[in-house]
């Protein structure tokens, strides 16, 4: 997972499409910083409470490695 976040750092979200209508439009519509576009990729993947989705997957398999349990991501 740190891998994965490493290697999406490369990217900046200017590389992305976020309206197939309107490719030229380079920022997110829910973007609402100036600098959206000049940020890695890896930072806009996001949880739906607006957390940080690879430190909260790497916290959960964390936790699933030290109590040996199943982890399930939905």
Known sequence: M????????????SQLVWDFDNPQKRVPPWAERDDADKLP?????????????FDQALRAMRQAREYR????ME
């Open 41 to 53: 990729l890896s930072e806009y993947f996001t949880t739906s409470d607006g957390e940080d989705f």
């Open 2 to 13: 740190e891998t994965i976040r490493q290697e999406l750092k490369a990217f900046d979200a």
């Open 69 to 72: 349990c199943p982890l399930e």
